[in-house]
């Protein structure tokens, strides 16, 4: 009987722990989906065509460094601690973006709720990680991810909505009542896990050379014009980023404590599977941020019609990650849904390259669903890949690692798409709010070329992808972690 009992009361608080973890993770990934059909009618506010990935790219530049950070330090310092902070930014910075009165305000404050953001999402995934069993994990990865697929089924839909009836502010001021659920769950359910590094120390250099790196790299990428100027300035940003990614690289390998240790690199799972996520995470966004300008630019419909016209993506990202976490937990192996998921992701990048100003409604939504499962798909396997292939001890630091190279992919990717437009368009668009629906049917078709070959470059790496069977044992045992308290 008592026997029975504890078993009900695991159970409880199994699942008051995934729900705590998924309403945090929400508050983060509802942020991204709600802009991306927001942000036509931002930049017809504030004007700006020229910085439309701006407001992503740098949101995705700092919550890059958050995550790669998050991992380390909440290993030193704890999970529970790292994951209510980030929350507290992340709502205060919102309300900040919120007030913007330009773009580059925007993107500023963007910025520094990137920080916020990316340590909601990465400590949910290791705390999950640190839970259950690498058999088992790959069920709970699913259930966890699938918040994304929900957030990207509701924030479209919430953030066209917003924006035609409320204005763009409120997407951002709908976190606060997210966040602040978040925090009490948190607080009442989170458990007590023991601290992985009782001691350990700070990786400042390691710190300072990686946000250099980034911050050159993003720069660079931004600066990148047909004129002698910007390609100047452009290129000078590319060596500063090269030579800072070397400093990096020696102080990760002089670091006691590096946030990013360097023997990850000599797995070979570990490596395939941080350019996997690399890669699929420049094509999903390429999809995230395209499509609702597609539909708005080209097609000239409203804000709240292209939320509604790209459901049909967002739900099947959402059942095809469950889907995935359930057939890897059942099965124990995971290399040939990997491949999968990058067939289907490169024939739906490939559809979306056909459109033109007279594709119909009907066909973008068969194509971006298409996109949807090989991006949702994606979610679990690599996570579960690396976390089976690595000791406890690294643990947290190899999940944000993947979240890290997830951000990276998007990070680096964003700034070549918007060149690419502002290229394909070849006009002045610096300040411009409205550009002609050919044109920009022009810069997105070739945008998604782009993709396509992004794509088909992840299939080909996905292929030598070892596969390793997948332990029955090990995550959480009671006698070290409890599933209560607060």
Request: one cysteine or more.
């Amino acid at each position: 009987m008592e026997n029975e009992k504890s078993k009900g009361s695991k159970a409880l608080n199994i699942k008051l722990l995934l729900g705590g973890l998924m309403i945090s993770l929400l508050v983060g990934a509802l942020d991204n989906s709600i802009m991306s059909t927001a942000m036509p009618q931002v930049i017809t506010s504030l004007g700006g065509m020229a910085y439309y990935v701006w407001p992503f790219t740098i949101y995705l530049l700092t919550s890059t460094i958050a995550i790669i950070l998050s991992g380390k330090l909440s290993d030193i310092y704890g999970r529970k601690k790292f994951l209510i902070t980030g929350i507290i930014i992340f709502i205060t910075t919102s309300v900040l973006c919120g007030f913007s009165q330009n773009i580059m305000e925007l993107t500023f404050f963007r910025g520094l709720q990137g920080i916020g953001g990316g340590i909601l999402m990465t400590i949910p995934f290791i705390v999950v990680a640190e839970v259950f069993p690498p058999r088992e994990r790959g069920k709970y990865m699913g259930i966890l991810s699938s918040v994304f697929g929900f957030a990207n089924v509701l924030g479209p839909v919430l953030g066209g909505f917003i924006t035609d009836f409320m204005g763009w502010e409120w997407v951002f001021y709908v976190n606060i009542p997210v966040g602040i659920a978040a925090i009490y769950m948190l607080r009442s359910y989170f458990p007590n896990l023991e601290l992985v590094v009782k001691e350990g120390s700070i990786d400042y250099a390691g710190i300072v050379t990686l946000t250099a790196a980034l911050s050159g790299l993003f720069l660079g990428l931004t600066f990148v014009r047909d004129t002698a100027v910007s390609s100047g300035l452009a290129a000078t940003l590319f060596i500063f980023a090269a030579v800072m990614i070397v400093l990096f690289i020696y102080a990760e390998k002089k670091a006691r404590e590096p946030i990013l240790p360097m023997k990850l690199f000599k797995n070979s799972i570990f490596n395939v599977s941080s350019i996997a996520m690399f890669l699929s995470s420049a094509v999903m966004f390429c999809g995230i941020i395209y499509i609702p300008l597609f539909i708005q630019g080209v097609q000239g419909m409203s804000a709240s019609t292209s939320g509604l016209l790209i459901i049909p993506m967002l739900v099947s990202l959402t059942v095809a990650s469950i889907a995935t976490g359930q057939v890897i937990s059942r099965t124990g192996t995971y290399k040939k849904l990997g491949v999968l998921a990058f067939v289907l992701l490169t024939i739906g990048i490939w559809l979306l390259s056909t459109m033109n100003t007279s594709t119909g409604y009907l066909a973008l939504v068969i194509y971006s669903t298409i996109m949807g499962i090989g991006t949702g798909m994606m979610y679990p396997i690599f996570n579960v890949a690396v976390q089976n292939a690595v000791s406890l001890r690294d643990l947290g630091t190899v999940t944000a690692s993947m979240q890290f190279f997830r951000n990276i992919g998007a990070t680096v990717a964003l700034p070549i798409f918007g060149v690419i437009v502002n290229l394909s368009v070849n006009m002045n668009i610096q300040t411009a709010k409205n550009v002609p629906p050919e044109l920009m049917s022009l810069g997105i078709h070739n945008v998604f070329l782009s993709g396509l070959v992004i794509s088909v470059a992840g299939l080909l790496v996905c292929l030598f992808l070892k596969e390793k069977v997948l332990a029955s044992r090990g995550g959480f045992e009671g006698d070290k972690k409890e599933l209560h308290g607060k």
